[in-house]
T-cell receptor
């Protein structure tokens, strides 16, 4: 069983702060890693993908991958109330495996 | 506009009835997927297809069936054999195999009573 673990939260941060979301996975042969944002009642929206060790930045979002430690994280800088959502981590091997998501609330 | 469409948005059925959920994409993606999402749970893969006329079972295929007669279309039938069909059903597509980015449609919320 491939496992992807996320802290379900809820995680609350004040507006303007950095939100840090973490994800660990169990299968060392995992090849690709993704972060999705899902607003309540809506479908997941891809926000970041990362394939190699290190950091990848896109606007206010930074994904960090450490394959040796088997974790991937997402940092959201200058958090906004519109960032309040559930964030899903997905790991690709021969198929996608999703975590259960971390609920983030940004407090104005 | 390129994207994935699912219809209907909400669907209500009586227990014992089969129901078919539609999924269409105009992204020219080869691969398509069906997931199920239950409250407090991650997405679980039902079926996927990487090429027309071929599809594979995912982790929870029992009680479901699919077809892939056209590249653009991947309908899912929820049969009466599915014990707990009430859920949020999500269709996704990707340009290639399962390690590639997947993009989701808006979803269909199915309620069976």
């Amino acid at each position: 069983q491939k496992e992807v673990e996320q802290n379900s939260g809820p995680l609350s941060v004040p507006e303007g702060a950095i939100a840090s979301l973490n994800c660990t996975y169990s299968d060392r042969v995992s090849q690709s890693f993704f972060w999705y944002r899902q607003y309540s009642g809506k479908s997941p929206e891809l926000i970041m993908s990362i394939y190699s060790n290190g950091d990848k930045e896109d606007g206010r979002f930074t994904a960090q991958l450490n394959k040796a430690s088997q974790y991937v994280s997402l940092l959201i800088r200058d958090s906004q109330p519109s960032d309040s959502a559930t964030y899903l981590c997905a790991v690709g091997i021969n198929q996608f495996y999703f975590g259960t998501g971390t609920s983030l609330t940004v407090i104005p | 506009d390129g994207g994935i469409t699912q219809s209907p948005k909400y669907l209500f059925r009586k227990e014992g009835q089969n129901v078919t959920l539609s999924c269409e994409q105009n992204l020219n993606h080869d691969a398509m997927y069906w997931y199920r999402q239950d409250p407090g749970q991650g997405l679980r893969l039902i079926y996927y297809s990487q090429i027309v006329n071929d599809f594979q079972k995912g982790d929870i295929a029992e009680g479901y069936s699919v077809s892939r007669e056209k590249k653009e279309s991947f309908p899912l039938t929820v049969t009466s054999a599915q014990k707990n069909p009430t859920a949020f059903y999500l269709c996704a597509s990707s340009i290639g195999g399962q390690a590639y980015e997947q993009y989701f449609g808006p979803g269909t919320r199915l309620t069976v009573t």
